[in-house]
């Protein structure tokens, strides 16, 4: 399955109707008292919409992606025009002072931080508009704090849901790159202690309400920082030679799209798809019949049908479907 400019516009009419939408929000806060009482637009006048702030800011990474890849369509010009007024300085002022406030040190913790500096870096990448000059400040912010986070963070986290370090750290480490090789080598560094000496995934996935799997976003952010004659047999010995891939990685079932947990799965679903295919490119496997590559497109055949629906899941679905269908290929590997 490829992204088409039909699906991208799809997509970003799924995505326009939700990253201005205010109600209804599940706000991330934690009140010190009366006067931290606010309608969520006020601490957050960018990134109020699509039903959480962090589903609002990938929301937004998922128009920009498509505005970039499909410049001609109908719906890029709505992108920019509500692009313009959204990202404005005053605006995102606001959204770094909230980060000022002692009670917001954890506020999207990892998760929403790697998604805010993935929307800088594809933001940076359209040099018709000053987005990401707007939202570098706000980036440089989180950046920050994922250094310091990392400094006191022992153990990895490894759940399948928005603490998981690994997802995380995939796309910090993409967007910095290009704008941060001390943070390169910190994120290379880190995941080098806590994912390099495991073997033999043995994992009781999927859980329930996950979005990710433990073991790909883990072996995903692996094959960005290892060595390329590492990473093959690394992999192996993770989830190859014991089985596991073949016998415990198949699609899962969602049983009830409107429970805004269990619609998770369709996410996992996409998220795996999009592992499964980064891996399998890291690995030099193109062979529609290699085993990442089949278990990919089944993983995408059995998730794509439900991006639109409930909004449980449409408010952010978009995103993990157009990660698993883009092509580009990171830079910066070892």
């Known amino acids: 399955m490829e992204l088409?400019?039909?699906?991208?516009?799809?997509?970003?009419?799924?995505?326009?109707?939700?990253?201005?939408?205010?109600?209804?929000?599940?706000?991330?806060?934690?009140?010190?008292?009366?006067?931290?009482?606010?309608?969520?637009?006020?601490?957050?006048?960018?990134?109020?919409?699509?039903?959480?702030w962090h589903s609002c800011v990938h929301g937004w990474w998922t128009l920009l992606t498509l505005r970039r890849l499909y410049p001609?369509?109908?719906?890029?010009?709505?992108?920019?025009a509500l692009a313009e007024t959204t990202f404005t300085e005053e605006k995102l002022a606001a959204e770094l002072a909230y980060l000022d406030r002692p009670s917001a040190r954890g506020f999207e913790r990892p998760y929403g931080w790697g998604w805010l500096l993935y929307l800088h870096h594809e933001a940076a990448r359209h040099g018709d508009a000053a987005w990401g000059e707007r939202l570098a400040?706000?980036?440089?912010?989180?950046?920050?704090?994922?250094?310091?986070?990392?400094?006191?963070?022992?153990?990895?986290?490894?759940?399948?849901?928005?603490?998981n370090?690994?997802?995380?750290?995939?796309?910090?480490?993409?967007?910095?790159?290009?704008?941060?090789?001390?943070?390169?080598?910190?994120?290379?560094?880190?995941?080098?202690?806590?994912?390099?000496?495991?073997r033999d995934y043995a994992g009781w996935e999927p859980g329930g309400?996950?979005?990710?799997?433990?073991?790909?976003?883990?072996?995903?952010?692996?094959?960005?920082?290892?060595?390329?004659?590492?990473?093959?047999?690394?992999?192996?010995?993770?989830?190859?030679?014991?089985?596991?891939?073949?016998?415990?990685?198949?699609?899962?079932?969602?049983?009830?799209?409107?429970?805004?947990k269990i619609a998770h799965l369709d996410g996992l679903n996409l998220s795996r798809a999009w592992c499964l295919k980064d891996i399998a490119r890291a690995l030099g496997r193109a062979d529609p019949d290699d085993l990442l590559l089949r278990l990919a497109e089944q993983h995408l055949a059995a998730a794509l049908p439900h991006v639109e629906g409930d909004y449980m899941g449409e408010h952010w679905l978009a995103s993990f479907a157009l990660l698993a269908l883009l092509r580009e290929t990171p830079s910066g590997r070892p």
């Open 4 to 52: 088409t400019e039909d699906t991208a516009r799809r997509f970003a009419r799924v995505a326009l109707g939700h990253v201005a939408r205010a109600f209804p929000y599940k706000d991330d806060h934690v009140f010190t008292g009366p006067a931290d009482l606010r309608l969520p637009q006020a601490a957050h006048p960018v990134f109020f919409g699509s039903f959480d």
């Open 72 to 80: 001609a369509m109908p719906e890029a010009a709505q992108i920019a």
């Open 137 to 163: 400040p706000l980036a440089r912010a989180f950046a920050a704090r994922l250094r310091d986070y990392l400094a006191i963070l022992t153990y990895p986290i490894t759940v399948g849901t928005h603490g």
């Open 165 to 198: 370090t690994a997802f995380a750290l995939v796309l910090a480490r993409r967007w910095a790159v290009a704008r941060d090789p001390d943070l390169v080598v910190l994120i290379d560094d880190w995941a080098s202690r806590a994912f390099a000496h495991r």
């Open 209 to 260: 309400d996950e979005f990710l799997s433990p073991v790909l976003t883990a072996a995903l952010l692996m094959s960005e920082t290892m060595p390329h004659l590492a990473f093959a047999p690394w992999f192996e010995g993770l989830v190859e030679a014991n089985g596991w891939l073949a016998r415990e990685c198949r699609p899962v079932t969602v049983s009830d799209r409107s429970d805004g």
